[in-house]
């Protein structure tokens, strides 16, 4: 796993920070000679390599494809699921060890994850093969997310507001600036905050949650970006917009903001809590489930209004989530995948 500049601070990197330092020694299962071989093969390669706890160890971010789960996080780790998350296998070919921070699907073939080095790999068969298409390790920027407007446009963006798009699939990429030239006179946007997520908004719009209380939006599928301040000053590690059209944004101390203008203005929501929340989904019913760390997942059903947290007792940090089966959702981080309850009340009651 590469390592983070100690510079880094807050958005995905403190969730793999937090994650990483509290993750178990765990015992090497053995393997037979022929089974090492082929390890060692692909570690001298720059593969991930094979591992029985892959899905038990840190994983950072996942995919939803509908039949089938993607969840991606350290050495490489790249882990599947065709049964809603009862079991995962390894997907078959990764060409990196880095640790991976996101992943999107344009489809269910075609898709993408980011990390650190600045890798983006790419897979055109769901999942199961990839192929490095971009990577600097000597820069010491990592990537925390990417996602793609159509099938050819597409951006990754990362630490220190480095952003790089492409217009052909992700065949290439090329380095993009997010901050206007001349920039505008808005105060954080000179320390170049960290792009720690991107999500699609109203309209065919996308937006970046990011540092020092900044928002980007771009509505020309990510050629040009404006920056928009909240009156928060901390650090947003993720976002949505929800069945309504409003749009969540959400990151340390349980700071959950709302906007219902497509993101020009944003108010704050009182979640009672302090956990920071770094990933987020809407379920069918319109439940909004957040997890974040030291166990904290709070829940909204009324459109993001309010949120009534939780505290898991494990006190692990979490960083991402996906619908599950029989009235639970999937929660990813320093554990590997779990399943918790889709409801405050059937966690508290414990089912």
Same mark, same amino acid.
């Given at each position: ?68 789960? /993607? +969840? *991606? $996080?350290? =050495? ?6 065709? &049964?809603? @998350? #009862? !079991? %995962? ?35 055109e068969d769901g999942g199961e093969n990839w192929e490095l298409k971009y990577d600097d390790a000597e820069a010491e920027m990592p990537l925390f997310s990417v996602r793609f ?5 597409? /951006? +990754? *963006? $990362?630490? =220190? ?6 217009? &052909?699939? @992700? #065949? !290439? %990429? ?22 720690n997520a991107l999500f699609s908004g109203p309209d065919g719009s996308m937006f970046i949650a990011a540092e020092t209380g900044f928002v980007f939006r771009s509505v020309d ?22 069945d309504d059209g409003n749009i969540l944004i959400y990151g340390m101390r349980g700071n959950v903001w709302r906007s219902e203008d497509q993101g020009t203005t944003w108010t ?84």
């Amino acid at each position: 796993m590469s390592t983070l500049n100690t510079a880094f601070k807050g958005g995905i990197a403190a969730l793999v920070l937090a994650g990483v330092a509290s993750v178990p020694a765990q015992a090497v299962p053995q393997v037979d000679p022929a089974e090492a071989a082929v390890i060692r093969q692909l570690e001298t390669k720059g593969y991930a390599t094979p591992s029985e706890l892959a899905a038990k160890s840190l994983l950072v971010a996942a995919a939803d494809l509908g039949e089938r789960l /993607v +969840a *991606v $996080g350290q =050495f490489g780790h790249v882990v599947i699921s065709d &049964d809603r @998350g #009862e !079991t %995962w296998r390894q997907a078959e070919s990764v060409p990196t060890q880095a640790l991976l921070t996101a992943v999107y699907f344009a489809d269910d073939k075609v898709g993408y994850a980011v990390g650190h080095d600045a890798v983006i790999i790419k897979t055109e068969d769901g999942g199961e093969n990839w192929e490095l298409k971009y990577d600097d390790a000597e820069a010491e920027m990592p990537l925390f997310s990417v996602r793609f407007a159509d099938a050819n446009n597409g /951006v +990754a *963006v $990362g630490a =220190f507001s480095t952003a790089l798009s492409t217009n &052909d699939g @992700g #065949e !290439t %990429w090329n380095l993009q600036s997010v901050i206007p030239d001349p920039p505008p006179p808005l105060e954080g946007l000179e320390y170049e905050p960290h792009l720690n997520a991107l999500f699609s908004g109203p309209d065919g719009s996308m937006f970046i949650a990011a540092e020092t209380g900044f928002v980007f939006r771009s509505v020309d599928s990510g050629a040009t970006w404006e920056p928009i301040k909240t009156p928060y000053f901390g650090s947003f590690w993720g976002g949505m917009t929800l069945d309504d059209g409003n749009i969540l944004i959400y990151g340390m101390r349980g700071n959950v903001w709302r906007s219902e203008d497509q993101g020009t203005t944003w108010t704050q929501v009182d979640t009672g809590s302090k956990k920071s929340f770094g990933g987020g989904i809407q379920l069918d019913n319109g439940t909004i489930v957040l997890a974040g760390l030291n166990g904290g997942v709070g829940y909204s059903t009324d459109g993001g209004r309010s949120f009534d947290v939780v505290d898991r007792p494990d006190r692990k940090g979490y960083s991402a989530v996906v619908d599950g089966p029989d009235g639970s959702v999937l929660i990813f981080g320093e554990p590997g995948v779990l399943k918790h309850p889709d409801t405050a009340e059937g966690f508290r009651s414990g089912s």
